[in-house]
């Protein structure tokens, strides 16, 4: 199984090296039944982060090939409620996401989304970048807590819980959630044996629910 995260200029790195670690420590607990890589859309480079440790892609990200693609958010000021001056921060997280969208990363993400045996999965502001980039429309995640509203207003159905799994299409919240959407990978896609040596060895245990569209709907 080939897995490959994501990395575009600004990206977040705990929202790369959480998962990325989770999912390396699962390739060796499996004797190499999971390989992870960094990627970019432009290939091998280093990639600037949004607060200046920069990480190289050492490939392309190639949604023909790739069995799990990990798309993380970035780092970036957050837009001011009422500010009405009309003009958007360049350092803000959207400005940074729509940035992002001018390269051939939502192409290639759009065609990893239409490819039935890779799934998909964000951390962060990850699903925000799927979203304004039209990927999400119609489907269930989630994100940063203060990103809901924005990822909602993309056509998204917005579930806040910690990790949101909608079949090919899993999704995580704030920027620690990166362990949990992890290890929740490790247990579905290579069990739960593997999940638990990777969750022993971290001295980390899952917090939350993982969300999916099963069993009865609550009551009001």
Do not use: K
């Amino acid at each position: 199984m080939l897995a490959q995260v994501v990395l575009f200029d600004g990206f977040d790195p705990m929202d790369v090296i959480a998962p990325f670690e989770v999912l390396y420590a699962g390739g060796t607990a499996s004797g190499g039944a999971l390989t992870v890589e960094l990627v970019s859309a432009e290939g091998a480079r280093e990639v600037p982060s949004g607060n200046g440790v920069p990480l190289r892609a050492t490939a392309r990200l190639d949604p023909a090939h790739a069995d799990l693609v990990v798309v993380p958010g970035a780092v970036g000021g957050l837009p001011v409620p009422g500010d009405g001056d009309g003009e958007v921060d360049p350092d803000s997280i959207p400005a940074i996401l729509a940035r992002s969208l001018t390269t051939e990363l939502p192409g290639l993400l759009g065609a990893a989304m239409a490819r039935p045996d890779t799934l998909v999965a964000t951390v962060c502001g990850g699903s925000l970048l799927m979203g304004m980039a039209g990927l999400t429309e119609g489907r269930t995640a989630t994100t940063h807590h203060m990103g809901l509203d924005v990822l909602e207003a993309t056509g998204t159905t917005v579930v806040d819980a910690r990790v949101v799994d909608d079949g090919d299409l899993v999704t995580a919240a704030g920027v620690t959630s990166g362990l949990d959407l992890g290890i929740h990978l490790l247990e579905r896609e290579l069990g739960p044996r593997i999940a638990h040596a990777v969750e022993q060895l971290f001295a980390y245990e899952r917090r939350g629910v993982v969300w999916r569209a099963e069993g009865l709907v609550p009551v009001a």
